[in-house]
């Protein structure tokens, strides 16, 4: 089942058919344990909904911090190496990669995300900027993995590449994150063949397309929700990104109208336009 936050509240999809999530706060949603448990009984006790617009769909955000684990696919090792190796940063990157404890990163709080059909940005000071799509995890407060969505980690490359420690600057600012559209509730962990798939359309032509599937994610997802919630506490709930497994070839940057189409299924699409 699906949960969507619109401008007309909250609805669960399941089977073709939306249902109204009423009396409940956003925020006091995603912090259930039990989310699925809840949902379905939603399901059971309402009738199905007329009202669900795709157009209404908002990012899936409330009070929740936004973090990211790094270097999580052999494939973003190789290019932050390349990238950051005339700064002398390259063996960082691959130190990361292999090693027990991951990179994870703080992104973004709901007023730099954008849901679907939101615009995503630019960084003004950067050259070279990248959309990241990213399988993104809803961890609960008490750390259980009750959802999955979808992110773009949008990243300025020349930023990060200068020096690793400018990465919050290459990470963090308006417009720098998007989720959506909507939360695939489920307690069970997403099959490993799941594959997520980048398009980049310039003036409604394909300029790059890649894809990569979760067998290639050399982290377990629990295993870096139990890094993130180590001495730390989320009471809404967080979302934890999972890291990029594609990489647009280096002379590739984003330009101003350039459309971001990123699709997991069984989760869905989520596409925005650059600022
Ligand atoms: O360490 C730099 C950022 C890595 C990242 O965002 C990714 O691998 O997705
Ligand atoms: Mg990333």
């Known amino acids: 089942?699906?949960?969507?936050?619109?401008?007309?509240?909250?609805?669960?999809?399941?089977?073709?058919?939306?249902?109204?999530?009423?009396?409940?706060?956003?925020?006091?949603?995603?912090?259930?344990?039990?989310?699925?448990?809840?949902?379905?009984?939603?399901?059971?006790?309402?009738?199905?909904?007329?009202?669900?617009?795709t157009a209404n769909v908002l990012a899936p955000i409330g009070q929740q911090e936004v973090w990211a684990a790094g270097v999580t696919y052999f494939r973003s090792r190789g290019a932050r190496m390349e990238e950051a190796k005339d700064a002398g940063g390259g063996d960082f990157y691959d130190r990361v990669y292999s090693a027990e404890r991951p990179e994870l990163f703080f992104k973004s709080t709901a007023s730099r995300t954008v849901g679907p059909g939101g615009q995503v940005r630019i960084r003004e000071d950067a050259?070279?900027?990248?959309?990241?799509?990213?399988?993104?995890?809803?961890?609960?407060?008490?750390?259980?993995?009750?959802?999955?969505?979808?992110?773009?980690?949008?990243?300025?490359?020349?930023?990060?590449?200068?020096?690793?420690?400018?990465?919050?600057?290459a990470k963090v600012y308006n417009g720098s994150c998007a989720l959506g559209p909507g939360i695939l509730v489920t307690s069970s962990p997403l099959p490993h063949a799941t594959e997520i798939m980048l398009e980049i359309l310039r003036r409604g032509l394909i300029e790059f397309s890649g894809s990569v599937a979760l067998t290639e994610l050399k982290r377990d997802p629990r295993t870096l929700v139990s890094y993130l919630m180590c001495d730390n506490s989320f009471p809404h709930g967080c979302f934890l990104m999972t890291g990029t497994g594609i990489v647009p070839p280096s002379s590739f940057t984003l330009a101003s109208g350039d459309r971001i189409r990123i699709t997991i299924e069984p989760i869905g699409t989520l596409e925005n336009e650059v600022a």
């Open 127 to 169: 050259h070279w900027s990248v959309p990241e799509p990213e399988l993104t995890l809803l961890v609960s407060p008490g750390g259980q993995i009750t959802g999955y969505t979808i992110g773009n980690d949008m990243s300025s490359r020349d930023i990060e590449g200068e020096n690793p420690l400018y990465l919050p600057q």
């Open 1 to 53: 089942m699906k949960l969507y936050r619109t401008t007309a509240g909250s609805f669960v999809e399941e089977e073709g058919q939306y249902y109204h999530v009423g009396g409940i706060a956003w925020d006091d949603l995603l912090s259930l344990e039990n989310l699925a448990d809840y949902l379905t009984a939603v399901i059971a006790q309402s009738k199905p909904a007329t009202d669900f617009r």
